[in-house]
Nanobody
């Protein structure tokens, strides 16, 4: 069993930055890819970013490319999402997740959820315009 705990969310003005953290505990492993997802009110959850453990490749949704950066610290069992130039449309609950695969599963340009087996409880990010 793996427990994921997100932190770092909050209220920020448009143009500002936040760094989300996702700390893993339990039967953790650096073998599996890590992902960040978000869900805005009234919308479906969407994949934001992924970091492949097999080759270090990353995935970013088009809406966040150039603004968000995913990284990990294996020694701390922590994954980060640095979010810069935040926009009001970035407002959502952000979730981190651990996949059962070493690579990011992307289909038709979208990060799939089906391979993610462990999820955090989410952290709220609110961007005021």
């Amino acid at each position: 069993q793996v427990t994921l705990v997100e932190s770092g969310g909050g209220l920020v003005q448009a143009g500002g930055s936040l760094r989300l953290s996702c700390a893993a505990s339990g039967r953790t492993s650096s073998t599996y890819s890590k992902g960040w997802f978000r869900q805005a009110p009234g919308k479906e959850r969407e994949g934001v970013s992924c970091l492949s453990s097999s080759d270090g490749n990353t995935y970013y949704a088009d809406s966040v490319k150039g603004r968000f950066t995913i990284s990990r610290d294996n020694a701390k069992n922590t994954v980060y999402l640095q979010m810069n130039s935040l926009k009001a449309e970035d407002t959502a609950v952000y979730y981190c997740a651990t996949s059962r695969r070493a690579y990011c599963t992307v289909a038709r340009g979208t990060l799939g959820e089906s391979s993610y087996v462990y999820w955090g409880q989410g952290t709220q990010v609110t961007v005021s315009s």
